[in-house]
């Protein structure tokens, strides 16, 4: 133990002089002009946002987006939504449309194009977030292809599905509508049995259309 003592005495003994003392207040002052800086900053961006607060307020319905999260994403695709024709065409722009068809329970094969760095970013961090919640249609979708296709696809199909509904959601100025934790299993199950229904009519020798409640 006094061997150690003796080793921090000796490391610590030094001459501070005022040229040290000039160093370190220049580097402090450096240090208080980059927070003030960074406070002035953060003011403007407030003044922004509170014009804005109605879409931030849609975007943190969406599971796994919170205020920071929403924010950027608010500041990347910007708010007049009406530049983007289509929920894909702002999924292109995004680089999260892996160009991948799925159909019939499988997915194939694509890749994303290069777009807004901060805005995959913020999207990445999301789906991550989004991928631990409970009982929701974005858990369900993550564990769905991650099963399949692993997890870094799963996660850019998150990515995908936040972003749509973010078109969605600015374009009808409506709330996010999750769907549930159930979705793909109720939908599959449905699936099944109608499929198991027509194909008992068609052996009676019926011929059948199908149309929705609401179609009809």
């Not at 994403?73 to 991948?100: H, M, Q």
Request: net charge positive.
């Amino acid at each position: 133990m006094r061997r150690k003592t003796d080793t921090l005495i000796e490391a610590l003994t030094g001459h501070f002089i005022d040229h040290h003392a000039f160093l370190v207040r220049v580097m402090l002052d450096r240090i208080d002009a980059c927070t003030a800086m960074e406070k002035r900053l953060d003011e403007r961006i407030d003044e922004q946002i509170a014009l804005l607060r109605r879409r931030i307020d849609l975007l943190v319905t969406i599971p796994g987006v919170n205020t920071r999260t929403a924010e950027v994403i608010l500041a990347e695709i910007g708010d007049d939504i009406a530049r983007f024709p289509t929920a894909a065409d702002l999924a292109s722009w995004a680089g999260v449309c892996p160009g991948n068809n799925e159909s019939g329970g499988r997915t194939g094969p694509g890749r994303t194009r290069h777009g807004d760095p901060w805005l995959k970013a913020a999207l990445g961090q999301a789906a991550v977030s989004a991928s631990r919640t409970k009982d929701t249609y974005l858990a369900a979708r993550y564990r769905r292809i991650a099963s399949r296709r692993g997890k870094k696809r799963a996660l850019v199909a998150l990515q995908h599905s936040i972003l749509i509904s973010v078109w969605h959601m600015f374009t009808h100025d409506a709330e996010y509508a999750d769907l549930g934790g159930r979705y793909f299993i109720e939908r599959t199950g449905r699936a099944r049995q109608t499929r198991r229904l027509v194909s008992q009519l068609n052996q009676l020798g019926y011929h059948v259309t199908l149309q929705t409640e609401g179609s009809v």
